[in-house]
């Protein structure tokens, strides 16, 4: 790399972390260190900042702001649930943490992930709290997901399928679904739109169903059985409705197998296509 592009991120390293660039002198050994800067480098630098110091301190400030404007608003429900003044201070926290050769998204989306994880495990975060964290976290982790792979899914046809044609058709399931656990009801506490009393929603084997909805725009979350899960994978890696349900005729009746499916159809979950 050469000396301009050295100093070129040098700088971009300094405004993304505004503690470091509020005190620029205190930490000029270890930007040099860290950011293998010779003795040429660091005296370009020091001249650069000298020079520029409130208007580069002041932007420093700006971006930091704007950078934290932009992850609340990509994390919706954590800051309609968590105090506004629990999650100023751990942002604080966050943005102190970051060391200076720590890749630092430009997608606030994306930097609304890396936070989340930060947040999650905080020592000021409760429990309930850390499961509605999860929540979002895996929920714009899929968003991410499916805009970084964008891919059109097949049309609906609106294919009406039944038990005589179904060797006919598969079900498509967009690729960046995600199925997680958690220890409470998290659909049931953003009903209620309340943490308070939420050990009392505890529920076993409470599984959430993340996928790309079919039907609309975005994102949507499902609570699912294990049953249901075990099929929703089946589905994936086999496709073929009839194949998928070989697997379970000992347990469904086809007809009952496709009013499933076609429940999941109506959701935006999956489509049917022609083989």
């Known amino acids: 790399m050469n000396n301009e592009k050295l100093i070129q991120k040098a700088i971009a390293t300094l405004i993304t972390h505004p503690d470091i660039a509020e005190n620029y002198i205190d930490f000029r050994n270890e930007v040099a260190l860290a950011l293998h800067l010779n003795k040429f480098d660091i005296n370009i630098l020091d001249s650069f900042y000298e020079n520029n110091k409130e208007k580069f301190t002041a932007s420093a400030r700006i971006l930091k702001k704007n950078r934290w404007d ?59 709290e850390q499961q509605l964290i999860k929540y979002e976290r895996i929920r714009n982790e899929v968003t991410y997901r499916h805009h970084e792979n964008f891919m059109r899914p097949p049309a ?33 506490i953003l009903s209620k739109n309340n943490l308070e009393n939420s050990y009392e929603l505890l529920s076993d084997n409470y599984k959430i169903l993340f996928y790309k909805n079919l039907k609309k725009e975005g994102i949507s979350t499902l609570k699912i059985s294990i049953d249901i899960e075990n099929i929703i994978k089946k589905i994936i890696t086999e496709n073929e409705l009839l194949t998928t349900y070989t697997f379970y005729q000992k347990k469904l009746a086809k007809k009952d197998f496709l009013q499933f499916l076609t429940k999941l159809k109506e959701i935006g979950v999956l489509i049917f296509i022609e083989n």
């Open 156 to 188: 609906d046809k609106n294919i009406l399928v039944n038990e005589e044609n179904m060797r006919k058709f598969s079900a498509f399931i967009h690729g960046c679904y995600r199925i997680e656990s958690f220890e409470y009801d998290i659909l049931k």
């Open 70 to 128: 932009d992850i609340k608003l990509s994390l919706p429900i954590i800051t309609n649930h968590i105090k506004q003044t629990k999650l100023n201070s751990i942002w604080e926290d966050y943005i102190g943490k970051n060391n200076i050769t720590e890749f630092i998204p430009k997608n606030p989306l994306a930097e609304s992930v890396v936070f989340s994880k930060f947040l999650e495990a905080h020592a000021l975060i409760t429990r309930p």
